[in-house]
């Protein structure tokens, strides 16, 4: 009895004895080929191995022949398939052996339309949230096919669970566990590595209520720009010196009296996003500079007698960028500098461009001004100040740094109150 396939009506036994094994491969793969791509009836197989040759001759019924090549009709051997009750076609056969006969040309198209549709589908949605650059940026770079898998509705189940967490937020001093479990009922949804994570940093990063004003941000400050908070809200520090706020929060009446007694205070994240103050910042000038030095040496020397202070300690990270973000809504004119390097030239676009500052003493006047001033040579790679079209090309014809404590009496000046 045969092992006949009832639905296509293949018999596997007699066809793996006319058509399969290893031996036959490159004909049936040929014969693949000419079935997908078609370009007429005959196919002539060059070098001909002696198994090959037996085969076609004992399936079409003809004596053996000399040459080193095969020419056969596709008609025929059809014919032969059918008559013989071996499988109704040529097509079936050879998919029966090896496979379905599939057209990746064909297949890539429709992939295509599908992740269109997938867009399609959820774009209405992304755009009521102010994200429809997002949903088009991920797409066409291809980041939610690869954390489907290629698979078109889970793509579409990942888009939709990330517009759900991205909905809810701003949520200020939620934890990331919370946020997870309440939007995706699972408390570790969102952690690092999670695929709905990728895309929603995505959009955190790049999109969401303008993105975060930092082309390498921590995890930290990526999930604080929403008020969410993770592991660290009390590490995260910010350093201020007599910023005015009002409010009776633990945070508002420590703020009061560091500035009461000319003390530079640390605000951590955790205070930031759980408790802020009202800051009482509206049309008020407030100085931001990168070097903690600065805040220590106002507080010395100058006391109460000092203009609102933030320092950033170096590239902006999660209670910095919080704190920024809340004096600006809070209507605060916002001054930056950082040192005349090519980092801190970095650090100054990423917050001119996010937060709308403005900069202070950070201009190729205030730089060759103080030519006669050395430091250590320029190091990394040159960046354009999008502020000031010359200081870059009046930086590189220093050669060298020139950090905020060279600056110090300038600064003390304009803090003055």
Same mark, same amino acid.
């Given at each position: ?5 009832? #639905?296509?009506g ?53 004596? @053996? ?9 596709l ?5 032969? *398939? ?14 029966? =052996? ?7 040309a ?24 102010? *994200? ?7 797409a066409?770079?291809g ?20 517009? #759900? ?33 990728? $895309?929603?940093?995505?959009? $955190? ?23 969410? *908070? ?12 007599? $910023? ?24 951590? =994240?955790?205070?930031l996003?759980?408790? @802020? ?21 106002a ?21 910095v ?37 403005? @900069?202070?003493?950070?201009?190729t ?6 030519a006669?001033?050395?430091?250590? @040579? ?22 060298c ?10 600064? =003390? ?5």
């Amino acid at each position: 009895m045969t092992d006949r396939d009832p #639905v296509r009506g293949v018999d596997h036994d007699r066809l793996g004895r006319l058509l399969g094994g290893p031996g036959l491969e490159r004909l049936r793969r040929r014969l693949r080929e000419r079935l997908l791509r078609g370009g007429g009836d005959t196919l002539t197989l060059t070098r001909a191995s002696a198994v090959e040759r037996e085969a076609v001759e004992r399936l079409l019924g003809r004596p @053996p022949r000399a040459g080193s090549s095969l020419r056969l009709s596709l008609a025929e051997l059809e014919r032969i *398939l059918q008559r013989a009750e071996v499988a109704p076609g040529l097509r079936e056969a050879l998919e029966s =052996l090896d496979g379905p006969i599939r057209d990746p040309a064909q297949e890539r198209e429709e992939a295509r339309r599908q992740w269109e549709e997938v867009v399609a589908a959820v774009h209405p949605r992304a755009a009521a949230a102010g *994200l429809a650059e997002w949903l088009e940026a991920v797409a066409r770079r291809g980041l939610v096919k690869r954390l489907a898998g290629g698979d078109p509705e889970s793509g579409r189940d990942l888009l939709e669970r990330s517009l #759900v967490v991205l909905e809810a937020l701003p949520w200020p001093g939620a934890s990331r566990s919370t946020l997870a479990a309440r939007c995706l009922g699972d408390a570790h949804a969102l952690d690092a590595g999670q695929p709905v994570a990728a $895309l929603v940093r995505h959009a $955190l990063h790049r999109y969401w209520r303008g993105g975060v004003g930092d082309d390498d941000p921590d995890e930290r400050t990526l999930w604080a720009h929403a008020g969410i *908070l993770i592991g660290g809200d009390i590490t995260s520090t910010v350093l201020v010196h007599r $910023l005015p706020a009002t409010g009776d929060t633990a945070t508002a009446r420590a703020l009061e009296a560091h500035s009461a007694a000319a003390e530079p205070l640390y605000l951590t =994240l955790r205070q930031l996003l759980r408790e @802020p103050p009202q800051w009482d910042v509206d049309g008020r000038i407030v100085h931001v500079c990168e070097n903690p030095a600065v805040v220590s040496e106002a507080a010395e020397r100058l006391g109460t007698d000092c203009a609102p202070l933030v320092a950033t300690w170096g590239r902006p990270r999660a209670a910095v960028w919080v704190l920024l973000e809340q004096l600006r809504d809070a209507g605060a004119k916002l001054l930056f500098r950082a040192d005349f390097d090519w980092t801190g030239i970095a650090i100054a676009n990423a917050v001119i461009q996010r937060l709308g500052a403005r @900069p202070w003493r950070m201009d190729t006047a205030t730089l060759e001004s103080h030519a006669a001033v050395s430091n250590r @040579p320029l190091t990394g790679r040159p960046v354009a100040a999008c502020w000031d079209d010359t200081l870059q090309d009046a930086l590189q014809r220093r050669g060298c740094a020139l950090h905020e404590e060279q600056l110090l009496e300038a600064l =003390l000046e304009d803090l003055r109150r």
